[in-house]
T-cell receptor
Framework: DAGITQSPRHKVTETGTPVTLRCHQTENHRYMYWYRQDPGHGLRLIHYSYGVKDTDKGEVSDGYSVSRSKTEDFLLTLESATSSQTSVYFC????????????FGPGTRLTVT | DAKTTQPNSMESNEEEPVHLPCNHSTISGTDYIHWYRQLPSQGPEYVIHGLTSNVNNRMASLAIAEDRKSSTLILHRATLRDAAVYYCILNNYGQNFVFGPGTRLSVLP
């Protein structure tokens, strides 16, 4: 295991509130990713980071922002949560970009009511 | 992005081999074939990857067709713990990983 933790593991929030999800890794991996998983869609990439303070958008980035001030932490913020953002969110890390092997965290189940 | 097609679901008996197919007829010459699996209530985990030649590791084998338009993930002796969703993904350096719906494998005792 790559030592990836996500917090919180479960969260229920109301529409319009900001929410921040945290991904923490202990492996010193340079690359980090945020995905969301919804029934019928597989996993979709939200944002990714290729180093401290270096981030970029993925396939479904609208309504999300990220920050990475330290190698070990990658934060995902829902600026104003909507019901369409109810999902399971996974963080992943890797040593090579889009590499053969990404290591995934356990996921955060977010419900927006 | 190059697309993959997998059966929605498959069943296997415990301790028997399992062959999970993946079609990728539009694969480009530099696309790698990756397999990940996702156990219930967990994040995906890497299984195996290859480019042109068949590959073996401690978890599985990957058989790649000569024209590379299809591949098969082989679990040599399925266990109950292998029940998961298996994703076949094409990836070229610098591109996003795109996870489709995958194949849900059920293993019967």
């Amino acid at each position: 295991d790559a030592g990836i933790t996500q917090s919180p593991r479960h969260k229920v929030t109301e529409t319009g509130t900001p929410v921040t999800l945290r991904c923490h890794q202990t492996e010193n991996h340079r690359y980090m990713y945020w995905y969301r998983q919804d029934p019928g869609h597989g996993l979709r990439l939200i944002h990714y980071s290729y180093g401290v303070k270096d981030t970029d958008k993925g396939e479904v980035s609208d309504g999300y922002s990220v920050s990475r001030s330290k190698t070990e932490d990658f934060l995902l913020t829902l600026e104003s949560a909507t019901s369409s953002q109810t999902s399971v969110y996974f963080c992943a890390t890797g040593t090579i970009p889009w590499s053969y092997e990404q290591y995934f965290g356990p996921g955060t189940r977010l419900t927006v009511t | 992005d190059a697309k993959t097609t997998q059966p929605n679901s498959m069943e296997s008996n415990e301790e028997e081999p399992v062959h999970l197919p993946c079609n990728h007829s539009t694969i480009s010459g530099t696309d790698y074939i990756h397999w990940y699996r996702q156990l219930p209530s967990q994040g995906p985990e890497y299984v195996i990857h290859g480019l042109t030649s068949n590959v073996n590791n401690r978890m599985a084998s990957l058989a790649i067709a000569e024209d590379r338009k299809s591949s098969t993930l082989i679990l040599h002796r399925a266990t109950l713990r292998d029940a998961a969703v298996y994703y076949c993904i094409l990836n070229n350096y610098g591109q996003n990983f795109v996870f489709g719906p995958g194949t849900r494998l059920s293993v019967l005792p």
